[in-house]
Protein backbone atom coordinates (compact mmCIF):
# COMPACT_ATOMS: atom_id res chain seq x y z
CA UNK A 1 0.00 0.00 0.00
CA UNK A 2 2.86 2.27 0.82
CA UNK A 3 4.28 1.91 -2.79
CA UNK A 4 1.01 2.30 -4.18
CA UNK A 5 0.62 5.96 -2.89
CA UNK A 6 4.15 7.08 -3.25
CA UNK A 7 3.49 6.12 -7.22
CA UNK A 8 0.18 8.70 -7.02
CA UNK A 9 1.86 11.45 -4.76
CA UNK A 10 2.43 14.72 -5.82
CA UNK A 11 6.30 15.37 -6.66
CA UNK A 12 7.32 16.88 -3.18
CA UNK A 13 5.90 13.78 -1.37
CA UNK A 14 7.09 11.22 -4.26
CA UNK A 15 10.25 12.87 -3.82
CA UNK A 16 9.97 11.82 0.26
CA UNK A 17 9.47 8.25 -0.89
CA UNK A 18 12.73 7.61 -3.05
CA UNK A 19 14.48 5.46 -0.51
CA UNK A 20 11.47 3.05 -0.54
CA UNK A 21 11.69 2.80 -4.00
CA UNK A 22 15.54 2.68 -5.05
CA UNK A 23 16.47 -0.06 -6.95
CA UNK A 24 19.47 0.23 -4.22
CA UNK A 25 17.10 -0.39 -0.96
CA UNK A 26 18.86 -2.52 1.60
CA UNK A 27 17.23 -3.69 4.65
CA UNK A 28 18.89 -1.71 8.08
CA UNK A 29 20.09 -4.27 10.93
CA UNK A 30 16.90 -5.35 12.56
CA UNK A 31 14.39 -4.63 10.38
CA UNK A 32 13.13 -5.49 6.75
CA UNK A 33 10.83 -3.50 4.30
CA UNK A 34 7.84 -6.10 3.12
CA UNK A 35 6.45 -5.78 -0.63
CA UNK A 36 3.31 -7.62 -1.56
CA UNK A 37 3.93 -9.58 -4.90
CA UNK A 38 1.72 -7.82 -6.93
CA UNK A 39 3.77 -4.79 -6.31
CA UNK A 40 6.83 -6.70 -7.09
CA UNK A 41 5.85 -8.29 -10.34
CA UNK A 42 4.34 -11.50 -9.35
CA UNK A 43 1.21 -12.77 -9.75
CA UNK A 44 0.16 -13.44 -6.08
CA UNK A 45 -1.38 -17.32 -6.60
CA UNK A 46 1.43 -18.63 -8.41
CA UNK A 47 3.94 -16.87 -6.17
CA UNK A 48 1.83 -18.13 -3.33
CA UNK A 49 1.77 -22.17 -5.12
CA UNK A 50 5.96 -22.06 -5.96
CA UNK A 51 6.28 -21.33 -2.11
CA UNK A 52 3.43 -24.17 -1.43
CA UNK A 53 5.65 -26.25 -3.78
CA UNK A 54 8.66 -25.72 -1.63
CA UNK A 55 7.39 -26.08 1.97
CA UNK A 56 5.95 -29.58 0.64
CA UNK A 57 8.95 -30.35 -1.17
CA UNK A 58 11.31 -29.79 1.93
CA UNK A 59 13.11 -32.54 3.79
CA UNK A 60 12.89 -32.63 7.83
CA UNK A 61 14.16 -36.10 8.69
CA UNK A 62 16.44 -37.27 10.61
CA UNK A 63 16.02 -33.65 12.78
CA UNK A 64 19.53 -34.60 14.15
CA UNK A 65 22.00 -33.98 11.44
CA UNK A 66 24.60 -36.31 13.26
CA UNK A 67 22.25 -39.32 11.84
CA UNK A 68 21.99 -37.80 8.24
CA UNK A 69 25.31 -37.19 8.07
CA UNK A 70 26.50 -40.77 9.25
CA UNK A 71 23.81 -42.25 7.04
CA UNK A 72 25.17 -40.27 3.88
CA UNK A 73 29.12 -40.69 3.70
CA UNK A 74 29.63 -43.44 6.55
CA UNK A 75 28.56 -46.08 4.58
CA UNK A 76 31.10 -45.64 1.54
CA UNK A 77 33.49 -43.18 3.30
CA UNK A 78 36.34 -45.48 4.98
CA UNK A 79 36.56 -44.71 8.46
CA UNK A 80 34.31 -41.57 8.42
CA UNK A 81 33.83 -40.06 11.61
CA UNK A 82 32.64 -36.42 12.71
CA UNK A 83 35.18 -34.50 13.83
CA UNK A 84 33.16 -30.92 14.23
CA UNK A 85 30.08 -29.79 15.95
CA UNK A 86 26.59 -31.24 14.88
CA UNK A 87 23.31 -29.65 15.45
CA UNK A 88 19.51 -30.48 14.31
CA UNK A 89 17.27 -28.88 11.60
CA UNK A 90 14.02 -27.76 11.95
CA UNK A 91 11.38 -27.71 9.69
CA UNK A 92 11.77 -26.45 6.08
CA UNK A 93 11.92 -22.67 5.33
CA UNK A 94 13.07 -19.72 2.99
CA UNK A 95 13.28 -16.44 1.95
CA UNK A 96 12.49 -14.47 -1.39
CA UNK A 97 14.17 -11.14 -2.41
CA UNK A 98 12.62 -8.71 -4.95
CA UNK A 99 14.67 -5.05 -5.27
CA UNK A 100 15.99 -6.19 -1.62
CA UNK A 101 12.54 -6.34 -0.57
CA UNK A 102 10.75 -9.65 1.01
CA UNK A 103 7.95 -10.54 -1.12
CA UNK A 104 7.74 -13.91 0.44
CA UNK A 105 9.12 -15.72 3.78
CA UNK A 106 8.07 -19.11 4.95
CA UNK A 107 8.96 -21.21 8.08
CA UNK A 108 11.65 -19.74 10.94
CA UNK A 109 13.69 -17.87 8.83
CA UNK A 110 15.68 -16.28 12.30
CA UNK A 111 16.46 -20.14 13.11
CA UNK A 112 20.55 -20.27 12.75
CA UNK A 113 21.25 -23.81 11.47
CA UNK A 114 24.00 -25.69 9.65
CA UNK A 115 24.62 -24.72 5.70
CA UNK A 116 27.10 -27.71 4.78
CA UNK A 117 28.56 -26.35 1.24
CA UNK A 118 26.99 -23.01 1.39
CA UNK A 119 30.28 -22.05 3.54
CA UNK A 120 32.55 -22.68 0.25
CA UNK A 121 30.94 -19.81 -1.30
CA UNK A 122 31.88 -17.93 2.24
CA UNK A 123 35.16 -18.73 1.97
CA UNK A 124 35.27 -17.47 -1.57
CA UNK A 125 34.49 -13.78 -0.46
CA UNK A 126 36.95 -14.23 2.55
CA UNK A 127 39.73 -14.77 -0.23
CA UNK A 128 38.70 -12.25 -2.21
CA UNK A 129 39.13 -9.63 0.86
CA UNK A 130 42.78 -11.00 0.54
CA UNK A 131 42.85 -10.65 -3.01
CA UNK A 132 41.35 -6.87 -2.72
CA UNK A 133 43.92 -5.87 0.29
CA UNK A 134 46.75 -6.84 -2.35
CA UNK A 135 47.76 -10.31 -0.10
CA UNK A 136 46.81 -12.57 -2.98
CA UNK A 137 47.50 -10.08 -6.21
CA UNK A 138 47.08 -13.07 -8.67
CA UNK A 139 45.35 -16.44 -7.85
CA UNK A 140 47.53 -17.95 -10.72
CA UNK A 141 50.15 -17.74 -8.41
CA UNK A 142 51.04 -21.00 -6.64
CA UNK A 143 49.75 -21.03 -2.73
CA UNK A 144 53.58 -22.19 -1.82
CA UNK A 145 54.40 -18.74 -3.20
CA UNK A 146 52.50 -17.15 -0.24
CA UNK A 147 52.11 -20.36 2.44
CA UNK A 148 54.85 -22.14 3.77
CA UNK A 149 54.86 -25.48 5.03
CA UNK A 150 54.26 -28.86 4.71
CA UNK A 151 50.99 -28.62 2.63
CA UNK A 152 52.30 -27.52 -0.25
CA UNK A 153 55.90 -29.05 -0.99
CA UNK A 154 57.08 -31.21 -3.53
CA UNK A 155 56.33 -31.22 -7.68
CA UNK A 156 52.71 -32.49 -7.42
CA UNK A 157 51.68 -29.98 -4.20
CA UNK A 158 53.57 -27.52 -5.26
CA UNK A 159 52.19 -26.74 -8.61
CA UNK A 160 48.67 -25.61 -6.72
CA UNK A 161 47.76 -22.31 -7.83
CA UNK A 162 44.89 -20.46 -5.59
CA UNK A 163 43.03 -20.89 -8.78
CA UNK A 164 43.51 -24.65 -8.57
CA UNK A 165 41.74 -24.81 -4.49
CA UNK A 166 39.33 -21.91 -5.51
CA UNK A 167 37.71 -23.82 -8.38
CA UNK A 168 38.54 -27.42 -6.73
CA UNK A 169 40.61 -28.88 -9.48
CA UNK A 170 44.12 -29.36 -7.21
CA UNK A 171 43.73 -32.36 -7.00
CA UNK A 172 46.33 -32.12 -3.86
CA UNK A 173 47.28 -34.70 -2.15
CA UNK A 174 48.11 -35.44 1.67
CA UNK A 175 46.06 -35.65 4.91
CA UNK A 176 44.80 -32.85 6.79
CA UNK A 177 43.14 -32.76 10.16
CA UNK A 178 43.38 -36.75 10.48
CA UNK A 179 41.42 -37.17 6.98
CA UNK A 180 43.26 -38.49 3.93
CA UNK A 181 42.20 -36.34 0.77
CA UNK A 182 41.32 -39.79 -1.25
CA UNK A 183 38.72 -40.81 1.71
CA UNK A 184 36.36 -38.05 0.84
CA UNK A 185 34.01 -39.63 -2.04
CA UNK A 186 36.64 -42.41 -2.98
CA UNK A 187 36.85 -43.41 -6.21
CA UNK A 188 38.16 -46.85 -7.73
CA UNK A 189 38.67 -49.95 -6.09
CA UNK A 190 41.48 -48.70 -4.43
CA UNK A 191 41.33 -44.96 -3.34
CA UNK A 192 44.47 -44.84 -1.36
CA UNK A 193 46.63 -45.47 -4.34
CA UNK A 194 44.53 -43.60 -7.09
CA UNK A 195 46.57 -41.70 -9.70
CA UNK A 196 47.81 -38.30 -9.50
CA UNK A 197 45.81 -35.53 -12.00
CA UNK A 198 48.23 -32.53 -12.88
CA UNK A 199 46.83 -29.66 -10.81
CA UNK A 200 44.22 -27.75 -13.44
CA UNK A 201 43.25 -30.52 -14.88
CA UNK A 202 40.46 -32.65 -13.69
CA UNK A 203 37.45 -30.97 -10.97
CA UNK A 204 36.73 -33.11 -8.09
CA UNK A 205 34.45 -31.95 -5.33
CA UNK A 206 36.78 -32.83 -2.29
CA UNK A 207 35.98 -31.02 1.49
CA UNK A 208 39.66 -31.74 2.60
CA UNK A 209 40.93 -30.05 -0.45
CA UNK A 210 38.52 -26.54 0.61
CA UNK A 211 39.44 -26.97 4.42
CA UNK A 212 43.01 -26.72 3.00
CA UNK A 213 42.46 -23.43 0.82
CA UNK A 214 41.09 -21.81 4.31
CA UNK A 215 44.41 -22.98 6.46
CA UNK A 216 45.89 -21.08 4.07
CA UNK A 217 44.08 -18.29 4.34
CA UNK A 218 44.62 -18.49 7.94
CA UNK A 219 48.04 -18.33 7.50
CA UNK A 220 47.91 -15.67 4.54
CA UNK A 221 45.50 -13.44 6.37
CA UNK A 222 46.93 -14.35 9.62
CA UNK A 223 43.52 -14.33 11.25
CA UNK A 224 40.78 -16.57 11.56
CA UNK A 225 38.01 -16.50 8.51
CA UNK A 226 34.69 -16.00 11.15
CA UNK A 227 36.52 -12.68 12.44
CA UNK A 228 37.69 -11.57 8.69
CA UNK A 229 34.08 -12.14 7.71
CA UNK A 230 32.39 -10.74 10.92
CA UNK A 231 34.70 -7.53 10.42
CA UNK A 232 34.40 -7.17 6.42
CA UNK A 233 31.50 -8.40 5.36
CA UNK A 234 28.59 -9.89 8.29
CA UNK A 235 28.27 -6.37 9.93
CA UNK A 236 28.22 -4.00 7.53
CA UNK A 237 25.77 -5.57 6.17
CA UNK A 238 23.56 -6.07 9.30
CA UNK A 239 23.46 -9.62 9.90
CA UNK A 240 22.54 -10.65 13.43
CA UNK A 241 24.78 -11.88 16.28
CA UNK A 242 23.49 -16.12 15.94
CA UNK A 243 25.79 -17.29 13.40
CA UNK A 244 29.53 -19.11 14.25
CA UNK A 245 31.67 -20.69 11.44
CA UNK A 246 33.44 -23.64 13.26
CA UNK A 247 36.19 -26.16 12.39
CA UNK A 248 37.12 -29.45 14.09
CA UNK A 249 38.39 -30.30 17.13
CA UNK A 250 41.60 -31.15 15.87
CA UNK A 251 41.85 -27.95 13.57
CA UNK A 252 43.92 -25.84 15.66
CA UNK A 253 47.26 -23.93 15.26
CA UNK A 254 49.60 -21.78 16.63
CA UNK A 255 49.79 -18.24 14.95
CA UNK A 256 51.33 -15.10 16.31
CA UNK A 257 51.89 -17.06 19.51
CA UNK A 258 47.84 -17.35 19.16
CA UNK A 259 45.46 -20.27 19.25
CA UNK A 260 43.79 -19.75 16.19
CA UNK A 261 40.81 -22.27 14.65
CA UNK A 262 41.20 -23.17 10.74
CA UNK A 263 37.55 -24.04 9.64
CA UNK A 264 35.71 -26.25 7.06
CA UNK A 265 34.07 -25.34 4.01
CA UNK A 266 30.90 -27.47 5.17
CA UNK A 267 30.02 -29.48 7.14
CA UNK A 268 30.50 -33.11 5.35
CA UNK A 269 32.92 -34.10 9.00
CA UNK A 270 30.91 -31.35 11.14
CA UNK A 271 31.39 -27.38 11.79
CA UNK A 272 30.80 -25.20 9.15
CA UNK A 273 28.56 -22.64 9.07
CA UNK A 274 25.62 -21.98 11.30
CA UNK A 275 23.43 -18.94 10.29
CA UNK A 276 20.04 -18.20 9.79
CA UNK A 277 18.10 -17.81 6.61
CA UNK A 278 18.07 -14.00 7.35
CA UNK A 279 21.36 -13.50 7.52
CA UNK A 280 21.89 -15.60 4.39
CA UNK A 281 19.26 -13.14 2.76
CA UNK A 282 21.68 -10.40 3.19
CA UNK A 283 25.01 -12.06 1.87
CA UNK A 284 22.79 -12.66 -1.33
CA UNK A 285 21.84 -9.47 -1.77
CA UNK A 286 25.42 -8.12 -1.31
CA UNK A 287 26.43 -10.94 -4.17
CA UNK A 288 23.44 -9.81 -5.99
CA UNK A 289 24.39 -5.61 -5.56
CA UNK A 290 27.87 -7.05 -6.88
CA UNK A 291 29.45 -6.41 -3.68
CA UNK A 292 28.47 -3.05 -2.89
CA UNK A 293 25.92 -2.17 0.68
CA UNK A 294 24.52 1.14 1.31
CA UNK A 295 26.92 2.95 -0.96
CA UNK A 296 29.68 1.20 0.36
CA UNK A 297 31.90 -1.52 -1.86
CA UNK A 298 32.43 -4.57 0.48
CA UNK A 299 33.93 -6.50 -1.96
CA UNK A 300 35.82 -5.65 -5.84
CA UNK A 301 33.76 -6.06 -8.70
CA UNK A 302 36.76 -7.33 -9.92
CA UNK A 303 36.91 -10.41 -7.69
CA UNK A 304 33.03 -10.89 -8.27
CA UNK A 305 33.59 -11.44 -11.90
CA UNK A 306 36.78 -13.89 -11.45
CA UNK A 307 34.47 -15.67 -8.87
CA UNK A 308 31.87 -16.32 -11.29
CA UNK A 309 33.88 -16.74 -14.51
CA UNK A 310 33.16 -20.34 -15.48
CA UNK A 311 35.96 -22.42 -15.03
CA UNK A 312 37.61 -24.58 -18.40
CA UNK A 313 37.10 -27.81 -16.40
CA UNK A 314 34.29 -27.60 -15.04
CA UNK A 315 32.00 -24.61 -16.98
CA UNK A 316 28.87 -24.71 -14.49
CA UNK A 317 31.63 -23.76 -11.68
CA UNK A 318 33.48 -20.64 -10.34
CA UNK A 319 35.18 -19.86 -7.38
CA UNK A 320 33.58 -22.10 -5.33
CA UNK A 321 30.08 -20.71 -6.85
CA UNK A 322 27.45 -22.96 -8.83
CA UNK A 323 26.71 -21.49 -12.67
CA UNK A 324 23.72 -21.73 -14.94
CA UNK A 325 26.17 -21.56 -17.64
CA UNK A 326 24.48 -22.85 -20.69
CA UNK A 327 21.52 -22.83 -18.56
CA UNK A 328 22.01 -26.50 -18.15
CA UNK A 329 21.39 -26.65 -14.29
CA UNK A 330 18.01 -24.32 -14.15
CA UNK A 331 17.08 -24.00 -17.76
CA UNK A 332 14.03 -21.43 -16.58
CA UNK A 333 16.78 -20.20 -15.06
CA UNK A 334 18.68 -16.90 -17.03
CA UNK A 335 22.66 -18.07 -18.00
CA UNK A 336 24.05 -15.21 -15.34
CA UNK A 337 22.31 -16.66 -12.50
CA UNK A 338 24.52 -18.01 -9.43
CA UNK A 339 24.24 -20.03 -6.25
CA UNK A 340 25.53 -21.32 -3.54
CA UNK A 341 24.83 -24.90 -2.27
CA UNK A 342 25.02 -27.43 0.57
CA UNK A 343 24.27 -30.36 1.77
CA UNK A 344 20.49 -31.16 2.55
CA UNK A 345 18.54 -28.68 0.32
CA UNK A 346 20.54 -24.80 1.14
CA UNK A 347 20.64 -22.79 -1.00
CA UNK A 348 21.31 -18.78 -1.88
CA UNK A 349 20.52 -18.44 -5.46
CA UNK A 350 20.99 -14.99 -7.04
CA UNK A 351 19.67 -13.89 -9.61
CA UNK A 352 20.56 -10.32 -11.09
CA UNK A 353 18.57 -10.51 -14.40
CA UNK A 354 15.31 -10.48 -12.43
CA UNK A 355 16.52 -8.71 -8.96
CA UNK A 356 15.61 -11.21 -7.22
CA UNK A 357 17.32 -13.42 -3.82
CA UNK A 358 16.00 -16.50 -3.25
CA UNK A 359 17.06 -19.01 0.03
CA UNK A 360 15.70 -22.18 0.67
CA UNK A 361 16.53 -24.50 3.77
CA UNK A 362 16.29 -28.24 3.42
CA UNK A 363 14.55 -27.81 0.08
CA UNK A 364 16.86 -29.98 -2.15
CA UNK A 365 15.47 -29.65 -5.59
CA UNK A 366 16.58 -25.54 -6.33
CA UNK A 367 15.72 -26.07 -9.89
CA UNK A 368 12.11 -26.67 -8.70
CA UNK A 369 11.49 -23.62 -6.49
CA UNK A 370 13.25 -21.24 -9.00
CA UNK A 371 11.84 -22.37 -11.84
CA UNK A 372 8.01 -21.69 -10.11
CA UNK A 373 9.42 -18.59 -8.67
CA UNK A 374 10.14 -17.50 -12.57
CA UNK A 375 6.88 -18.53 -13.20
CA UNK A 376 5.27 -15.87 -11.23
CA UNK A 377 6.65 -13.38 -12.47
CA UNK A 378 4.46 -11.19 -14.13
CA UNK A 379 6.66 -8.25 -14.64
CA UNK A 380 10.63 -9.19 -15.53
Not at 99 to 121: C, H, L, N, Q, Y
Not at 141 to 157: C, D, I, L, M, T
Request: a neutral charge.
Amino acid sequence: MRIRLCALAPLALWLLCLPLLAQDYVPPRDAWAEVAPSEAGFDPARLAAAVDWAREHGEQAPADLRDALVASFGPREPGYRILGPVGTRGPGNGMILRGGRIVAEWGDTRRPEMTFSVAKSTLSVVAGLAYDDGLLPDPGQRVASHVHGPWFEGAHNGAITWTHLLQQTSDWSGTLWDIHDWADRPEGDDPANRPLHAPGTRYKYNDVRVNLLALALLELQREPAPQVFKRRVMDPIGASSTWRWEGYGNSWITLEGLRMQSVSGGGHFGGGMVVNTRDLARFGLLMQRDGVWAGQRLLSSDWIARSLTPSPIKPDYGYLWWLNTGRVAIPAAPEGAFWAAGFGGNHVYVDRAHDLVIVTRWTPDLAGVVTRVLAALERP
